[in-house]
Each structure stands twice: as structure tokens, then as C-alpha cells.
């Protein structure tokens, strides 16, 4: 049963620098749900993007057999379709934080392992990644192979949908299983929209509605981009 009032988001936790491996990495709860999200550069970029003196970022995404009730199988030499289009939701969305010609002839790598799936786990995902992200960008700086910091600005992401006909912010699984209308929104720290990806499955939506998702949307994202702030700020 939801505890909280219908305009709040989950309790959450990022934990930085989770691993020692990576040049940034970063646990994060989010309510119920918990993923372990990378960083890591390596030189070079793909072939259509050689001698264009520019980088790029891109994302992979898993669930771990154990984040669910139902064991996830691994992905061993095939990617599932959800699992793919996550994973370029999460390099769309956090590739908006970035300058690449900034990065310079590298690839940085998100990858994020849902350790607990609770619902909105590719919110979180990017939400962690861009503090994973922030953090390998300050290793490489520090490490002198980053003249200037090529992030622009946070970007954050979160759920919302109509259930049982009423709006609601941050949605666990049991909530977004039952969902008339289900959202994940994307956005930077000015306020400005990366992506929107929204689904009527019980009846359609009006506008009316949808605006008051998109303002309940952004209330959370506040929240999230607050959060992401202090936590950078305390490492």
C-alpha cells in the first residue's frame, strides 16, 4: 500500500564511488528498487565517428537474475528487446548532459545492473548514471586527460501515471501494474524536456491530464536534480 501523498517521490539513496574499478560509479535506491550504475572512458570511438574530433556516450542495461520474483535470465550474446531499448533511452538521455567534442576521440560507457527491480528502474538508471557519469568526468579532469568539463547541465528522469484515476508520482511495480496511463519523463536541470515516453493502456488520455502529469513530472524531477546536487557536492 502506497504510504506516501500522491506528489511525492519514493525515498532516495545514491551511495558514490560504490566500486573502486571504475572512474565513477554509483549505487542508488530508489524506494524498493536498487541499481548499480558505471562509468568508465575508454579511448577511442566507433568507426563512423573517427577523425570527427568529438567522443560519445553510450549505455547498457541489465537485470540480474535475482531483481525479481521470476528469475531474469542473463543476456549472453543476445540482448531481449526491453533491454535494448532501455539501454538507448539511458545513452539518449545522459549524451544531453554532455559536450562529446569536449570528451575528445573517447567512449564513455553507462552501465547499469538493476540489483532490485521495483518499478522504475530506467528512471533510476538515469538518474544514477549521470552522477556515475559526473564522477568519471572528475577523474579525468583530475587525471589531466580532460582539459574542461564537457558536462553541460544535470539531466534527471522520473515515472508518473494515472492509477485507480488519479495522478501519481514515482510509480512502484505494483502501482505502474495497474496503471490506466504510465510516463517516464526525462529532463535537464534547466527544466527542459530530453524525452517523453507515455502509454494509455486502460482508456485514452486527455489533455488535461496529460498536462498535469508532465507538472507533476517536473515537481519530482526538482526533487531528483536536488538530490544528484548534494550528493556531488559531499564527495
Known sequence: MRERPWNEIREIRIIPNFQKKPCGSVLIHQGDTVVLCSAQAIEG???WL?????????AEYSMLPGSTETRVFRDRGHVNGRSK???RLIGRALRMAVDLKKLGERTVWIDCDVIQADGGTRTASITAGFVALSLCVRKLIKEGKLEENPI??????VSVGIVDGKPLLDLS??????????????MTSEMQFVEIQGTA???????????????????????????????LENV
Do not use: C, F
Request: no cysteine; hydrophobic share 35%.
Open 201 to 231: 493502456e486502460g482508456k485514452p488520455i486527455s489533455e488535461e491530464q496529460l498536462d498535469t502529469l508532465i507538472t507533476l513530472a517536473k515537481h519530482g524531477i526538482i526533487k531528483i536534480l536536488e538530490i544528484q546536487k548534494k550528493v
Open 173 to 186: 511495480y505494483e502501482e505502474d501494474s495497474r496503471a490506466d496511463v504510465d510516463m517516464n519523463v526525462v
Open 85 to 87: 531499448e532501455i539501454e
Open 45 to 47: 570511438v566507433p568507426e
Open 152 to 157: 553541460k547541465h544535470q539531466v534527471a528522469a
Open 50 to 58: 573517427k577523425g570527427q574530433n568529438q567522443g560519445w556516450l553510450t
